[in-house]
Every structure is written in C-alpha cells, then in structure tokens.
C-alpha cells in the first residue's frame, strides 16, 4: 500500500520544484492532478518533452514517485466536437504519462447528469478509441464517479468499470464524495472488491443532514453539487467505516491525501493527513502493511 498527496494546495509552487516540496512533508509519492503548467482541466497538455524529462529527473533525485496521473477531459461530451478534442488530448496526456514513466491515469466518467444516456454513449466511442492506446502503452485507468457527472451513485459506477471488462480498468472510491455516492462507504468498497484499486482521502460535511438544510442555495431546488475536500476528522465521512472495509477486501492500492482550500495550511495540512492514514492504516490493517 502506498500512501501519496495530490499536491493541487501547491499549485502555485513551479512543476520542476514539487518533488522536494512533496518530499519535505514526509510523502514518497504524489498523485499529479491537473495543473495548469502540466495537463490543465479540459485542454491540451501544456508541457513538452524536455520538461517532462527534466520532472523525472527531478522525482528520481527527491525520492518521490509519481502513483498516477489525473487528467480531467470531455471525453463524454457534452457535443461530439467537445469529445473528440478530448481523445486528442487524453493521446498526448498518455504520452506524458508514458514518458514520465508512471503506470496510471486517474480520471472521471465526465459527462452532463441531464444528458446521462448521450454522455454514456460518447464516452464508450471514446473507450473504443483510447483502450487500446492504454493497452499498448501498459498504462492502467482508474475511473471515478463525481458530484456532477452523469454518474453520481457508487454502485452503478462499478457497475460500469465492470462493463468495460478490461484488466487495465479498475475503481477508485473517492470518500469527499461520499455523500454524493450513496452515502454507503462500505457497501461500494464491499462491492467493488479487487476493481477498488485507489482511493482519495479526505472528510466532507452531510449535505444532506438537518433535512437537506445544512447548506441553502437559491433558488430551492437548484442543482448545484456542494461538498469539501477538509482533514480528516473536520467532517461526517466516518473514516473508520471507510477504512475498516478496506481492510476487508484486502485493499492494497493507492491512499491519496486530497485536500482542497487550505492552500494557506497546505504543508501543515499534509503532514497531519499523513499522519492521520498512517493511524488508520495501523488501526485496520495487519502490522507491516505499509512499507
């Protein structure tokens, strides 16, 4: 099992100084999420060959890793133009991926809720177009329902991931998410068993608790999609739940700190999610689990 940080909280902290700034906190492994210097949200990767390759040399000197790659593209949709520039970029994003030498790609269904029908079928005319390329390249994709996709629910998301019936493909349980997932942590990962291969940690607050009025929008019955990516500890996602099945399937995947909006905190912030998985891990899993 590896424990990683997805460093979006130093996002201002330039590409080719992340390895020693990950290292410095304690991590030996990061998740790459979307940048805007690297693989932005939704457009062409930005970076090019050389940099990818000065990034490699500079992870090798740290001692850090990279788990996986996490591009965030149309590749559902919302229009046929939308997806095919997608496919583009996700061929150059695997390119990267291969270059960088990192063996997985993390990323989202992506796709309009209101549209759930259409977006699935572009995303299985993207699948057909992209598995081989991850097939010839051995790179693995994880796939993850999100708040706002036309796959919400964690039991139809693994559904899916099975349909593809790929060895490359597997799940990944996002626990933020939780309470846009069903809130039913340990039925998902119970049933997603060995598809669960990654999963992000980090607590949110119930948005539906106090009868859908912890937090009010206007006007009533809009559609926005309200959660947080907090420490441990400073929401509702029962952490123990979480982490107990894990334990139970025999987890033996990737663990990634995944908070947002403390950018002011980020390195305190990740010391102590270290930290609070490495508890966890201790608490549910045999000794010696981790490295």
């Avoid at 693989?39 to 940099?51: I, N, S």
């Avoid at 997608?86 to 809720?113: H, K, Q």
């Avoid at 259409?118 to 993207?126: C, I, N, T």
């Avoid at 420490?231 to 996602?237: A, K, P, S």
Wanted: aromatic residues 8%; glycine residues 8%; proline residues 7%.
């Amino acid at each position: 099992m590896r424990i990683a940080l997805d460093p979006q909280m130093l996002r201002t902290t330039p590409l080719l100084e992340l390895p020693d700034a990950v290292a410095s906190i304690g991590y030996e492994w990061m998740e790459l999420s979307p940048r805007a210097d690297f693989v932005p949200f939704f457009q062409h990767p930005r970076v090019d060959l050389a940099t990818v390759r000065a990034l490699r040399s500079r992870l090798a000197g740290a001692g850090v890793g990279v788990t996986s790659l996490l591009p965030v593209l149309r590749w559902s949709g919302p229009g046929e133009v939308e997806r095919q520039a997608a496919v583009r970029y996700w061929r150059r994003a695997i390119e990267i991926c291969a270059e960088l030498g990192v063996d997985t790609m993390n990323s989202e269904f992506n796709g309009r809720p209101e549209a759930p029908e259409l977006a699935e079928a572009m995303f299985w005319r993207s699948m057909e177009e992209l598995l081989p390329v991850f097939e010839r390249e051995g790179i693995r994709l994880v796939l993850e329902p999100h708040p706002d996709d036309f796959i919400e629910l964690g039991h139809p998301a693994i559904d899916l991931v099975r349909g593809i019936d790929s060895p490359l493909v597997s799940f990944l349980y996002c626990m933020p998410h939780t309470f846009h997932q069903g809130d039913d942590a340990a039925g998902i990962i119970a049933h997603a068993g060995e598809l669960l291969t990654h999963v992000h940690v980090a607590d949110s607050m119930d948005h539906t608790a106090s009868d859908g009025l912890r937090y009010i929008t206007n006007p009533p019955g809009n559609t926005v999609r309200v959660h947080q990516h907090m420490e441990l500890g400073r929401g509702d996602v029962d952490a123990d739940a979480a982490f107990a099945a894990l334990a139970g399937i025999g987890f033996d995947g990737v663990l990634t700190t995944c908070v947002f909006g403390w950018d002011d905190q980020a390195r305190e912030s990740g010391a102590r999610m270290l930290t609070a998985i490495r508890e966890l891990v201790d608490k549910h899993f045999p000794a010696g689990t981790l490295p």
